[in-house]
DNA sequence: GCCAACGTTGGC
DNA sequence: GCCAACGTTGGC
């Protein structure tokens, strides 16, 4: 079982929104960088964890957790002409882009905010903090994963 | 809105 | 295969 961080603006889809879709959850649909799509279609079971994060927003940071219920889809967008995520070198017989589904599982009481993170020394290492990194889908490990977790559970 | 840090594209 | 130009991400 693996542990991933999915970012997502929540101008255009938040974990309310996440919730909101209950356990039909949320095609991740979109992803158009190689790295990610590649988590996606090589390295992501059913059941996995994952922390979903608000990105450029007012209040950045880790607002609660998901989990894979669906692997290896094709992301129908890059076929839909009238979508910003079309990829006219993509076709059905060889589809470029790959996506999972994800459904809610909680939201935190408090989200844990990027400032926050910064500050934890123990999560000096966490991918996400490293300098230019950009991706919108980062493996998480188990001990990163509990520190948050226990971050959100503290008071601020 | 700015800008650093990339990833991608395309000419050569 | 190199690399300049361009586009995007995302914190501030």
């Known amino acids: 079982m693996q542990n991933w961080l999915f970012k997502s603006e929540p101008s255009e889809f938040s974990i309310d929104d996440l919730k909101q879709r209950g356990q039909r959850g949320e095609?991740?649909?979109?992803?158009?960088?190689?790295?990610?799509?590649?988590?996606?279609?090589?390295?992501?079971?059913?059941?996995?964890?994952?922390?979903?994060?608000?990105?450029?927003?007012?209040?950045?940071?880790?607002?609660?957790?998901?989990?894979?219920?669906?692997t290896e889809l094709i992301d129908p967008a890059q076929f839909d002409e009238n979508s910003k995520y079309f990829d006219p070198k993509a076709s059905h017989d060889k589809p470029r882009w790959f996506c999972v589904r994800i459904a809610f599982v909680s939201k935190f009481a408090n989200l844990v905010s990027l400032q926050r993170l910064k500050a934890e020394a123990s999560l000096r290492d966490i991918d996400l903090l490293k300098r230019g990194n950009r991706l919108s889908i980062l493996p998480v490990s188990d001990t990163h994963w509990q520190i948050i977790e226990s971050l959100s559970q503290r008071e601020r």
């Open 27 to 70: 095609l991740w649909d979109g992803v158009r960088n190689y790295q990610a799509r590649n988590f996606m279609r090589d390295k992501m079971s059913v059941g996995d964890n994952v922390l979903f994060y608000h990105s450029s927003c007012k209040h950045v940071g880790v607002a609660g957790v998901a989990k894979v219920i669906e």
